[in-house]
Antibody
């Protein structure tokens, strides 16, 4: 059974940093592109970043470039998101999502999410 | 402003059919392989449709998708109260090197 379990969320002050993690199990983690998707309270889904299976292709949404860094450890089946210079608008639930193997970059499995709150 | 546009809400009675549209502001819909997600309250999104019209295993055939090149649609037939949720379309935009989502559509089953 595919499982994705996020951790690392919490309350942080504006300008602060936070590191999210996603523990993967039940599939060959090293073979899949992985993503972070976030959702502000009461709002829609927003893609944050993706990283290819061997970390050689990394993409970010424009509003996260230069502040967020995605990484993975295939030996430990883990995905990470280092978030710096956090702003109030970064508040939301952050989901780890697996990229399916089809043409359209669909997200076929999602974690339960971890809540990040940026507030003074 | 989302690259993909969805109606904020749709509604229909149990047993009826509903269609949710997804259009692109950049005329790139014909280049997109659209996915659809269902998100019930306080839960993670769930993949319903990928590559415009394919269903993952376990998704009932009441859910179907299509892409005409100008807009994508999600059809849900035989509506059930359990279908009440938010529905999102999404796609990889190669010109942006980014995944884009629609703003979401809230389905109410009256």
């Amino acid at each position: 059974e595919v499982q994705l379990v996020e951790s690392g969320g919490g309350l942080v002050k504006p300008g602060g940093s936070l590191r999210l993690s996603c523990a993967a199990s039940g599939f060959n983690f090293h073979s899949y592109t992985m993503n972070w998707v976030r959702q502000a309270p009461g709002k829609g889904l927003e893609w944050v970043s993706s990283i290819s299976s061997s970390s050689n292709h990394i993409y970010y949404a424009n509003s996260m470039k230069g502040r967020f860094t995605i990484s993975r450890d295939n030996a430990k089946n883990s995905l990470h998101l280092q978030m710096n210079s956090l702003r109030a608008e970064d508040t939301g639930v952050y989901y780890c999502a697996r990229d399916g193997a089809a043409a359209g970059r669909e997200f076929d499995f999602w974690g339960q999410g971890t809540l990040v709150t940026v507030s003074s | 402003q989302s690259v993909l546009t969805q109606p904020p809400s749709v509604s229909a009675a149990p047993g009826q059919k509903v269609t949710i549209s997804c259009s692109a502001s950049n005329s790139h819909m014909g280049n997109y392989f659209v996915s659809w997600y269902q998100q019930a309250p306080e839960t993670a999104p769930k993949l319903l449709i990928y590559d415009n019209s394919k269903r993952p295993s376990g998704i009932p055939d009441r859910f179907s998708g299509s892409n005409s090149g100008t807009s994508a649609t999600l059809d849900i037939t035989g509506l059930q109260t359990g279908d009440e949720a938010d529905y999102y379309c999404g796609a990889w935009d190669s010109s942006l090197s980014a995944v884009v989502f629609g703003g979401g559509t809230k389905l109410t089953v009256l």
